[in-house]
């Protein structure tokens, strides 16, 4: 008995088949909702192995001081416990200075310097000797009113930190050139206070610019973890800053190009956790928020520097105008209507924060406590929640991808219908 589905008969019905196949994923695709999928944004991936990444609430957390900072109590307790101790005597130093005894720390580090000279100890084993040395003299440079001398020591200063990054170029993962840049800009606007009216102190243009959104990566290929060359690979796609039109010409500082945003965030980060906020510092981070899109932090960041200014530049001109910048910057954002209310309860909380932290901290010597005793701020831990910021997902591009596996089944399903309907058609002629 002959076959009903001759060659022609099945070819009609394959056709049909491949047209309920297109019709089924096509009306798959538009009835099903998509799916948005978080992929990692190539910032987390730290410049050198092993080093720091960006995390944008690290950001949040110095523009809000929520983070530990020591007190006085704690630097009295490291000058009486490194006051016969050889090994000691940069940590005794640094206390010194922090608690604004910089002579002393200086001829003391001088000795040390030239001790350490005496025994040929001068390359990378130096290290620490130069950019301790040299970040307190930039310190006292800054702590006292602007005058040749204590220009002529920030100029020391700076040269001893660059002595500093040129025997140990990776130090601090790199991050030490950004203390460097932060030193020659606060030199280069006392001598030029013009300069910080029209850049901040990586070169990005204190005026109206185009504001782009942050680099991205391919969607498809998270991290490896692993600090590969595809991921070093990726971080081309982070977006640049800094060294921007006039800036090469104008200034003449460390930093000569434009660079991966995290770079100078990080090492912004890490100096205002060392050595407290500052407008210049907290203007940069505005600064380079908004070219990244984080007009939220951007905003928080140029509010923190119109607080700052009155500490540190003296020059009333000179702040009014950098006041006058950041409220114009202010009101071209969008942002949540609470950021204002939320940006001062958030650094109410911070400053509270580290205020307890210091007197816990006074309270445990006063009680016998080594600073570097076993669960020595245990107590202080359990006490509140982590004052850290968890990150969130502004460190990740979001993608709506559709569901291909539920269109694959819509588009098979439409190729069963089809074809058997054709098959029906075709069979009962």
């Not at 040929?120 to 970040?135: E, H, P, R, S, V």
């Not at 850290?388 to 502004?394: I, M, N, S």
């Not at 460190?395 to 054709?422: N, R, T, W, Y």
Request: aromatic share 10%; glycine share 8%.
């Amino acid at each position: 008995m002959p076959s009903i589905l001759t060659d022609r008969r099945i070819g009609a019905i394959a056709g049909w088949a491949m047209l309920g196949l297109v019709a089924g994923a096509v009306f798959g695709g538009a009835v099903l909702p998509k799916l948005t999928y978080y992929y990692p944004l190539p910032h987390q991936i730290p410049k050198l192995a092993g080093g720091a990444s960006l995390r944008l609430a690290m950001v949040h957390d110095v523009l809000h001081d929520r983070f530990p900072r020591h007190g006085p109590a704690y630097y009295r307790e490291q000058l009486r416990a490194n006051k016969f101790v050889p090994e000691g005597i940069e940590d005794y130093c640094i206390a010194l200075d922090a608690l604004g005894e910089h002579h002393e720390a200086i001829r003391l580090m001088r000795l040390h310097l030239k001790d350490r000279t005496v025994r040929g100890d001068t390359g990378a084993k130096a290290y620490t000797t130069y950019a301790n040395l040299g970040t307190i003299l930039v310190h006292k440079a800054l702590a006292q009113s602007d005058s040749p001398a204590s220009r002529e020591e920030l100029r020391e200063g700076i040269g001893l930190l660059k002595k500093a990054i040129e025997v140990q170029p990776d130090a601090h993962f790199g991050r030490a050139i950004w203390h460097v840049a932060f030193a020659d800009f606060q030199l280069a606007a006392l001598e030029n206070p013009k300069l910080a009216l029209k850049f901040d102190m990586i070169g990005n243009r204190l005026e109206a610019f185009d504001r782009p959104t942050s680099g991205t990566m391919a969607r498809h290929h998270p991290l490896t973890g692993r600090h590969t060359e595809e991921d070093m690979r990726r971080r081309e796609s982070i977006t640049r800053i800094g060294a921007e039109d006039g800036w090469a010409e104008e200034a003449k500082l460390s930093v000569k190009e434009r660079v991966p945003f995290d770079e100078p965030v990080l090492g912004i980060v890490g100096i205002w956790r060392q050595d407290g906020a500052h407008p210049y510092l907290a203007i940069t981070l505005g600064n380079i928020m908004v070219r990244v899109g984080q007009l939220d932090l951007a905003w928080c960041a140029y509010q923190r520097a119109q607080i700052e200014m009155d500490r540190f530049i003296a020059d009333t001109s000179v702040r009014a105008e950098l006041a006058g910048y950041c409220r114009s910057q202010q009101r071209e954002m969008r942002v949540d209507q609470d950021v204002p209310q939320r940006f001062e309860a958030e650094l109410k909380y911070g400053k509270n924060y580290q205020m307890d932290f210091q007197t816990f901290e006074e309270n445990q010597f006063k009680r016998g406590w080594l600073a570097d005793g076993v669960d020595f701020y245990k107590d202080f831990d359990e006490s509140r929640p982590p004052i850290a910021t968890l990150p969130g997902r502004e460190d990740f591009a979001a993608v709506d991808e559709p569901q291909l596996l539920l269109i694959l089944g819509f588009a098979l399903c439409g190729a069963g219908l089809f074809a058997m309907s054709a098959a029906w058609l075709v069979t009962s002629k």
